[in-house]
């Protein structure tokens, strides 16, 4: 006898951008918004019954109302009120889950009059993924697409080696990757004091750039596990943190055919290959704390 399982449903990739005028200077709120709610939904499966269905379309129409009523201090905050008010406000919903991306804009300077011109940043999209059960929640944030390049301080030597290794060992490589991050708060109940959701973003970012900075590395793997304990041991908030780090392969290009010596000491020059590449992923955890975050952060 078949049984329906784990069901929800919402309206995914609401983009909102909302406008905030002080003065002649504006300020840019940018988002992709997607809800999604689970709860009393068996007859809506069983028998086409609508009686406990918020329409779809109304999720997407709250969107825009908070961001009107509320304005959206940070993409946490706003993920928050949306959770808490599909929970609290529709009996058969037992669960909100909120993921949202938001896109960058910095000013564009210039001898105008007044501070509204902007241009996309496109460093990276903050990410955030709110749920919300009734009595507690759980807090994911991060970031996707944050390329970064050590052009040395990197090497890769003394691995396993069989019969159908070809690669060379190097001592002094580039080391390139396109960050994928994910990281989980602590902070779970109305009753705890809640993090500054901006302040914990700038921070998570810039130690977990540090770290890949000043890190010697013999292996991505290395890089990877130092820039998620930076990010735990300076971070009280976050107890969580995992990232996926595809291996943007640089590699010197044989130049010994034209009479070229092609070497690190000079001008080298390197092919930047797109695939195959290496795909590096971990979890760092507070001591004490058990892994959440799902292994696939597509899903996430």
Wanted: aromatic share 8%.
């Amino acid at each position: 006898m078949p049984i329906l399982g784990q069901n929800q449903y919402g309206k995914a990739e609401t983009r909102v951008v909302r406008v905030t005028r002080d003065g002649a200077t504006h300020h840019i709120k940018d988002l992709n918004v997607s809800v999604s709610l689970s709860g009393d939904m068996d007859e809506v499966h069983h028998s086409g019954s609508n009686a406990n269905v918020l329409p779809t379309d109304t999720t997407k129409n709250t969107v825009y109302a908070f961001a009107k009523e509320h304005g959206i201090d940070s993409v946490e905050q706003f993920g928050i009120r949306l959770a808490r008010h599909f929970v609290t406000s529709q009996k058969p919903i037992h669960r909100a889950r909120v993921r949202i991306e938001e896109y960058a804009w910095e000013r564009i300077e210039h001898s105008g009059q007044g501070a509204h011109s902007f241009v996309r940043t496109g460093q990276e999209t903050r990410l955030t993924q709110i749920t919300y059960d009734g009595s507690s929640w759980e807090v994911v944030s991060g970031l996707t697409d944050l390329t970064v390049m050590n052009s040395t301080d990197s090497e890769f030597r003394g691995y396993v080696k069989d019969k159908y290794t070809t690669l060379p060992e190097a001592s002094d490589r580039i080391l390139a990757t396109q960050v994928r991050g994910r990281w989980r708060f602590n902070w779970s109940r109305d009753d705890q004091e809640t993090p500054d959701w901006d302040t914990s973003y700038r921070e998570t970012r810039k130690h977990l750039l540090q770290a890949f900075a000043e890190t010697y590395s013999r292996s991505l793997q290395q890089t990877l596990y130092q820039m998620g304990a930076r990010v735990i041991d300076h971070r009280g908030e976050i107890d969580e943190v995992r990232f996926s780090l595809p291996n943007k392969h640089h590699f010197l290009v044989d130049l010994e055919p034209f009479g070229l010596k092609n070497d690190t000491a000079d001008g080298a020059v390197y092919f930047a290959a797109d695939r195959p590449y290496g795909l590096i992923e971990a979890t760092v955890l507070r001591d004490g704390c058990e892994a959440r975050i799902p292994v696939d952060l597509t899903n996430l």
